[in-house]
């Protein structure tokens, strides 16, 4: 391998990609393109740095197994970063295995932490971990070990341990600071801020305060039967009752519980669940069915009775309810909490589950987006609608590992 190429693959190892290029942008032969088109990628132009990954995998000799290899990791990364989730998993995973019988294991790793950061992103958590169990991060160059530390810091987000989140982050700072990567910096800052920031709304007779990660966290251990509208669940201690894709029986638990243990008026109920003024027969008729179908879905935690006015929630047992609703009240938010499951979700999909027209879901989805709360990958009938990752991943952070051509 020569200079120009160790130079320039040191520079993208530390996150310099105009640095790169400086070494490697006049040339044309396999590896040039290749590290050409990481750094290209660093720089946010990913239809570039395909292009120029797929002809340099062309034009390296169908012997040299481990540099096509390479390539393979590198594009998928670029597929990660841009949301195409689509990108065919087994190439990454034979380009991963090969990487690992010629001995390349810091790429290997790599290409093992690239899927299971797409995991983590589609809500995969039990897969995520059982593929983050496999790796030994202690022996690896400090900035996988930072990547690590993101991962573990985002598997403990999702699951509300605020505690192990700052752990990790803790351990992925020290790494950090070895690597000396400012993109790392950066992604450890923006995780920093979802552990500071308000996680939640807790509502209830007609007060409301905001809660951090650590009091959702003591919330959900304190045995209170929590209706959690921003992923559509009931929970109490280890019972979790599912109410996705039924937004209107959230709707109703939702109300119910802010007024418990008071009763709701029918009339309001109507009017804020079917989001209209009118109250005849027909419509009292759909609430008494949808009641129906609440109580047989609470029946284990809570009983919901009628009163001479209204509806109120009851719990078979004297204790604490806490109604949990997105940190600040906004326009769509029946489409982000469907979001929230962590899974992609095409518009006719939200659409049905939601009981609206497909064209206001995508008005939703469109504003969501702009607000950076949504994104979506692939077009027309195979694009797909998810939240942000969390903690998110720098674009920059493709392949940050030295180049080599053997």
Not at 9 to 35: F, I, S
Not at 83 to 110: F, M, T, V
Not at 160 to 174: I, K, M
Request: hydrophobic share 50%.
């Amino acid at each position: 391998m020569d200079s120009l190429i160790t130079a320039a693959a040191r520079a993208l190892a530390v996150g310099d990609p105009l640095g790169a290029l400086k070494h490697v942008a006049l040339r044309d032969d396999p590896p040039a393109l290749a590290l050409r088109g990481i750094a290209m990628a660093q720089l946010g132009d990913f239809a570039r740095a395909k292009a120029l990954l797929r002809r340099a995998s062309h034009d390296f000799d169908p012997k040299e197994r481990v540099a096509r290899a390479r390539c393979v990791v590198a594009e998928a990364e670029i597929a990660f970063a841009a949301r195409d989730l689509g990108w065919p998993q087994p190439a990454l995973e034979a380009a991963r295995e090969c990487l690992q019988r010629h001995g390349d294991r810091i790429n290997a790793a790599h290409a093992r932490y690239l899927q299971i950061r797409r995991l983590l992103l589609i809500g995969q958590l039990d897969a995520a971990e059982g593929q983050l169990a496999t790796l030994q991060p202690g022996s690896l160059p400090a900035g996988l070990r930072t990547i690590h530390g993101l991962i573990v810091a985002g598997l403990a987000i999702r699951r509300l341990d605020a505690p192990a989140a700052r752990l990790a982050l803790a351990d992925a700072e020290q790494a950090a600071r070895l690597a000396a990567i400012p993109a790392l910096s950066a992604e450890l800052a923006s995780a920093r801020q979802v552990l500071q920031a308000p996680a939640a709304r807790l509502l209830g007779q007609g007060a409301e305060r905001l809660l951090d990660l650590e009091a959702v966290q003591a919330l959900l251990g304190s045995g209170a039967l929590v209706l959690d509208a921003r992923c559509y669940r009931v929970q109490q201690y280890a019972t979790q009752i599912s109410l996705a894709g039924r937004p209107v029986l959230m709707a109703l638990l939702s109300l119910l519980g802010e007024a418990w243990p008071q009763a709701v008026p029918r009339a309001t109920l109507i009017a804020r669940v079917f989001r209209l003024t009118l109250c005849d027969d027909s419509l009292r008729a759909r609430l008494r069915v949808e009641i129906g179908r609440l109580r047989a879905v609470l029946r284990p935690l809570a009983q919901v009775t009628a009163t001479q006015g209204g509806y109120a929630l009851v719990l078979p047992a004297p204790g604490t309810l806490a109604v949990l609703a997105w940190p600040v009240e906004a326009p769509h938010s029946e489409v982000l909490a469907l979001l929230m499951d962590g899974e992609s979700w095409s518009s006719s999909a939200l659409a049905l589950a939601l009981g609206i027209s497909q064209r206001s879901v995508q008005r939703a989805l469109e504003a969501l987006a702009a607000e950076g709360k949504a994104q979506v990958f692939g077009r027309g009938r195979a694009a797909r609608w998810t939240r942000p990752p969390i903690p998110g991943f720098a674009t920059t952070l493709l392949l940050p590992l030295p180049w080599s051509g053997d």
